[in-house]
């Protein structure tokens, strides 16, 4: 944990203090534990993938930093936030300082790009006047984000026509109009191909160094987490069984948490 911290801390400078600490966290449904254990950290600009066969729990480690997950035990911080004592209109502060991103989009299909980007400014007190709809500054930030998303040209037509990849980088553009200071990923590129798959990556992991914000994205493809992230956190039965620098990850850690995987089929959780 600490070598990636180095590498992102300038000579002289104290380590930058993680926007995501996760300690001792438990998670269960009823009697059913699916998280045990858990600790993490994030630190501004780092791309950590997080690992794991289907059902070992990274969908409900991500939902519990937005306050989605009935914790159990341990704390969890996500920008300055106490994830699990809110105070009252807590949840609806932690969750615009939290972009997510996830497999299916979840764009509005027949609204144009542009809107759909425009939506990411819904919590924002002014975003929307009554004549005019949203404003016009936020229509040029909308802007900006769709052309460093690299699909400016496509912002008036319906979000349906676009690629998967295309959407992808929608919803990217959308999580950073909330201006986040983390984002989230759960398994964005699932359902695209290996190619754009990796550039769909490669941006997320410009926008953490670029941008200083801290990006947990939820991988099934090994190579792809080994390639774009700087670091790699395996859960296998809810608990952190590898979390290692991705150049340093001990690859019979990263075999065991896929072992067994056969016996399961209950994909896309
Ligand atoms: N709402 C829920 N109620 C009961 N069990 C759940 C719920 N959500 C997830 N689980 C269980 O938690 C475990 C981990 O699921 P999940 O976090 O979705 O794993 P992953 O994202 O790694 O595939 C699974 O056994 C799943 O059945
Ligand atoms: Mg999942």
Known sequence: MTSAAAVLDLPGHAPALPLITVRDLRVAYGE????????????????VALLGSSGSGKSTLMRSLTGFAPVTRGTVRVA???????????????????????????????????????TGALHEAGAVNLVGG?????????????????????????ARSLSGGQQQ???????LMQQ????????P??????????????????????????????LHVLPLAL??????????HGRVLVDAPAAQADPA??????????EHDDHDL
């Open 32 to 47: 059913h534990v699916v998280l045990d254990g858990v600790d993490l950290d994030l630190r501004p600009g780092e791309t």
């Open 180 to 187: 986040p200071r983390v984002i989230l990923a759960d398994e």
């Open 80 to 118: 300055g936030h106490d994830v699990t004592h809110l105070p009252r209109g807590g949840l609806r502060a932690l969750r615009s300082d939290v972009g997510q991103v996830f497999q299916q989009f979840h764009l509005i299909p027949r609204l144009s790009v542009l809107t759909n980007v425009l």
């Open 134 to 158: 949203f404003s016009r500054a936020h229509r040029v930030r909308a802007m900006a984000l769709l052309d460093r998303v690299g699909i400016a040209h496509k912002a008036k037509e319906p």
């Open 189 to 218: 590129v699932a359902s695209l191909d290996p190619r754009l798959a990796g550039s769909v990556l490669r941006l997320l992991r410009q926008i953490a160094t670029e941008d200083g914000i801290p990006v947990l994205v939820s």
């Open 227 to 236: 390639e774009h992230a700087d670091r790699v956190v395996g859960l296998r």
């Open 169 to 175: 980088r929608v919803a990217i553009a959308r999580a």
């Open 253 to 262: 850690a990263l075999a065991a948490l896929y072992a067994g995987e056969d």
